[in-house]
């Protein structure tokens, strides 16, 4: 089965300063992986994928993710984080190879920002 | 371009009732998913629907059942509430018929709060 854990509960970084991330997961072959971002109140936004390919993803807003199979990890980071990106931010995993797929998600990381 | 839609965006319902939750997919998207995500919880696959039938599901009880109607929108109902379903209910939608690499766009949830 697969499975996501977000080491991190809730980080607090000052506004411009770099952002990290953790994000390990499980999954028996190459998985699709993902960071999505939730504001309060509101559904989940995707922010950057990976498939195949590239280890490095770009996504929006200015993150971006590495893909690393030896230590099965996806780590979201950003230069400089602005303070709209205070949030909670998930990892998910999608199950590879089929015609659709599940995510699991891990249980989230919130993000505040310090003006 | 509409987004995914969901409808109620809030519902309060009394253990034991019934209730039905409303999704419209993306514009182009031929598969909807459901998740429910607890409070300070990662989201949790429920089900997914393509061509009208169910083709995954996770780990719910029977309560928990769907339909998708040939327009691809889709309904969740739940029977017998408990307590414990009291939830932000996420609807997601991408498109197989596009090839199994297309991310699942998420809608803002139906919170369902059970007194």
């Known amino acids: 089965a697969q499975s996501v854990t977000q080491p991190d509960i809730h980080i607090t970084v000052s506004e411009g300063a770099s952002l990290e991330l953790r994000c390990n997961y499980s999954?028996?072959?190459?998985?699709?992986l993902f960071w999505y971002v939730q504001s309060p109140g509101q559904g989940l936004q995707l922010l950057l994928k990976?498939?195949?390919?590239?280890?490095l993803v770009q996504g929006i807003k200015g993150f971006e993710a590495e893909f690393k199979r030896s230590q099965s990890s996806f780590n979201l980071r950003k230069p400089s984080v602005h303070w709209s990106d205070a949030a909670e931010y998930f990892c998910a995993v999608g199950n590879s190879g089929a015609g659709s797929y599940q995510l699991t998600f891990g249980k989230g990381t919130k993000l505040s920002v310090i003006p | 371009d509409a987004g995914v839609t969901q409808s109620p965006t809030h519902l309060i319902k009394t253990r034991g009732q019934q209730v039905t939750l409303r999704c419209s997919p993306k514009s182009g998207h031929d598969t909807v998913s459901w998740y429910q995500q607890a409070l300070g919880q990662g989201p949790q696959f429920i089900f997914q629907?393509?061509?009208?039938?169910?083709?995954q599901r996770g780990n719910f009880p029977d309560r928990f059942s769907g339909h998708q109607y040939p327009n691809y929108s889709s309904e969740l109902n739940v029977n017998a509430l408990l307590l414990g379903d009291s939830a932000l209910y996420l609807c997601?939608?991408?498109?197989?018929?596009?090839?199994?690499?297309?991310?699942?766009?998420f809608g803002d949830g139906t919170r369902l709060s059970i007194l």
């Open positions: 997601a939608s991408s498109s197989v018929d596009r090839g199994g690499n297309q991310p699942q766009h």
């Open positions: 990976y498939f195949s390919g590239d280890t």
């Open positions: 629907y393509y061509e009208e039938e169910e083709r």
């Open positions: 999954y028996g072959a190459t998985p699709y």
